[in-house]
């Protein structure tokens, strides 16, 4: 940290093996790289469907630890709209006082992304949450950075910087 405020400043990270496939997912999960924060704690694979899991190793005054994990989805369809609609009502029946804050399609290195910005609780911290997803030929990779609404402010550019920089490379013919 620098000044206070956590730094994009960033190693690469690979996420998953090309071509595994995730539980419940008949299509290979895309070959994904992305950069997290040199002082985050990463762990690929640190359990069965999840492709990265990455903690802040200084915990905020709020006590809640900001995270970003990054997992693969098995949507069953090619519409990313449908597949964005689905998501939010599934994100609302499984999240403690989920709120939508901000919903946007955006363009990231030539690949159509959906962002979503939500709030939920867990336990008694409200929490922030930013989420990006991708959709590669029927599979759905997403990021979610989570952060205690105190500290949003703090993370939420990091969030940001480490989306940017997720990169898939070319399927094989």
Do not use: K, N
Request: glycine share 10%.
């Amino acid at each position: 940290m620098t000044g206070g405020r956590p730094q994009a400043d960033a190693g690469p990270v690979c996420a998953g093996p090309p071509g595994a496939h995730a539980p419940g997912m008949s299509a290979p999960t895309p070959d994904v790289s992305l950069s997290v924060p040199r002082q985050w704690s990463t762990h690929s694979e640190p359990e069965r469907g999840v492709l990265l899991a990455a903690r802040a190793r200084v915990v905020p005054a709020s006590g809640f630890p900001p995270s970003l994990l990054l997992v693969p989805e098995s949507v069953g369809e090619e519409d990313p709209d449908r597949w964005r609609a689905a998501s939010l009502v599934a994100l609302e029946g499984r999240l403690e006082a989920f709120a939508l804050e901000d919903d946007d399609v955006l363009d990231l290195d030539g690949l159509r992304v959906d962002y979503l910005r939500f709030a939920h609780r867990v336990g008694g911290v409200d929490v922030l949450c930013e989420r990006w997803q991708w959709l590669l030929d029927g599979v759905g990779v997403v990021l979610t950075g989570s952060v205690a609404r105190d500290d949003y402010a703090d993370y939420c550019e990091v969030f940001e910087g480490v989306a940017a920089t997720v990169r898939f490379a070319p399927r094989a013919a």
